[in-house]
């Protein structure tokens, strides 16, 4: 079955760029007509989507992260990854990778990373 698994470092300093991959096994990135989407939920917080990769490699970001979001994808690995920029101690969270059949549904997730931000 396809299973997604979060990576990276669980301290980040501020003001420095946020970088987390996501493999994907059991299944293709690149299969029709998947989405592959990056949520994350600060401490005491509800989830908030932050952007996704379409099957096709096609982007969209939520517009409140828009102008710090990159979101990108090795297919020879099965990976996609998060890019956060200029980040401070609000971007503290667990972030999800997830799959859905669009932007707004997702029927699987990655276990869930936590991400720290402080000097």
């Known amino acids: 079955q396809v299973q997604l698994q979060e990576s990276g470092p669980g301290l980040v300093k501020p003001s420095q760029t946020l970088s987390l991959t996501c493999t994907v096994s059991?299944?293709?990135?690149?299969?029709?007509?998947?989405?592959w989407s990056w949520i994350r939920q600060p401490p005491g917080k509800g989830l908030e989507w932050m952007g996704v990769?379409?099957?096709?490699?096609?982007?969209y970001y939520s517009p409140s992260l828009k102008s710090r979001t990159s979101i990108s994808r090795d297919t020879s690995k099965n990976q996609f990854t998060l890019q956060l920029s200029s980040v401070t101690p609000e971007d503290t969270a667990v972030y999800y990778c997830?799959?859905?059949?669009?932007?707004?549904?997702?029927?699987?997730w990655g276990q869930g990373t936590q991400v720290t931000v402080s000097s």
């Open positions: 997830a799959r859905g059949p669009n932007y707004s549904d997702y029927e699987l």
């Open positions: 990769i379409g099957y096709s490699g096609s982007t």
């Open positions: 059991g299944g293709s990135i690149t299969t029709n007509y998947y989405y």
